[in-house]
């Protein structure tokens, strides 16, 4: 491929780093480099105040959409025709300093350098992130981005209820970043995401770099085992009614079946809560997450 010829680029590495671990102090996590800004939080909240004043400071066009995903762009006219990088910058529960927000600020030092260079391009260029990519807070994971390009209505978004009784559209209104700009939004000329790789594959084969040729269908199941709660000293085995043993029991079967199918194939069981929770008592239920 022949490159345009004109001044060279050279991204800022320390200028990205920098951004890097002023965002990770956000929902800093206490004696570690990981941080916690759940969807929709209050540290949501400041995590996408600081980066969307990163992009107004470049003078770049900011919109955000009905359910919540910004997109910055060089062009007044939004991000028709961009080429635009992009990510996320909501976490888990335990999240890391890197995943999906050095897709963001890649793409945003990306755009600073190459304005700086003063080049003259075909395309204006844009950066956008989404809103929920993880999933951890609201079903499902990948929100935001699906919204954005029409496979959930803004509406279902909207009425989403968390498994802490919140709703989306609740919190959206409550940070201010449930926006007046029209989801599905505009089709950009071609998108990049660069993203830390969650597992160990690249780093076992030793490849530092790779291209991703599909992700994961996920099915998260949400399973409840109903016992009978009894004393744990006293009641004879073959009397009981114990539900987490049918529980772990799933969890080992689950684990067979993936497997043995092998290739790319996973499956875990992420949660399991069982009642009363008490040593020395038979639990009268256990609830459990397989994906």
């Known amino acids: 491929m022949e490159l345009p010829s004109g001044p060279s680029i050279a991204i800022n590495s320390n200028r990205l780093l920098a951004r890097i671990g002023e965002l990770a102090q956000i929902g800093a996590i206490e ?25 107004r400071d470049l003078g770049l066009t900011v919109s955000i959409d009905a359910v ?3 997109v910055a762009s060089t062009s007044i006219d939004g991000a028709a025709g961009a080429v635009m990088a992009g990510s996320h910058i909501d976490t888990v529960g335990t999240g890391g300093r890197y995943d999906g927000n050095l897709g963001v600020l890649a793409g945003l030092e990306v755009i600073e350098a190459t304005l700086a260079a003063g080049m003259n391009l075909k395309r204006p260029l844009a950066v956008a992130f989404f809103s929920n990519e993880e999933g951890s807070r609201y079903p499902p994971d990948m929100m935001g981005s699906l919204a954005y390009v029409g496979g959930m209505s ?5 009425e989403v209820a968390g498994a802490d009784g919140t709703v989306v559209g609740d919190e959206l209104d409550r940070i ?83 497997t043995e199918i092998g290739g790319t194939q996973v499956a875990t069981v992420g949660s399991l809560t069982v009642h009363p929770n008490l040593v020395n008592v038979i639990p009268a239920h256990a609830t459990m997450t397989d994906e």
């Not at 004696?31 to 992009?55: H, I, K, N, P, Y």
């Not at 505009?186 to 969650?198: C, K, M, R, S, T």
Request: hydrophobic residues 45%; aromatic residues 6%.
């Open 31 to 55: 004696g570690t480099q990981g941080c916690s800004r759940l969807a929709f939080t209050d540290a949501d909240r400041e995590g996408r105040d600081l980066v969307v004043t990163w992009m």
């Open 154 to 158: 803004v509406e279902a978004v909207l």
């Open 176 to 258: 201010g970043y449930r926006g007046a700009v029209p989801c599905p939004g505009v089709i950009p000329h071609a998108f990049v995401e660069l993203h830390i790789e969650q597992g160990p594959v690249l780093d076992n084969e030793r490849i530092q770099i790779g291209v991703v040729e599909g992700v994961q269908g996920i099915s998260w199941t949400e399973l409840k085992f109903v016992g009978q709660s009894n004393h744990a000293g006293t009641t004879p085995m073959n009397l009981r009614r114990d539900p987490m043993a049918v529980a772990a029991e799933v969890a080992m079967t689950a684990r067979a079946i993936a």
């Open 68 to 70: 919540g995903n910004v």
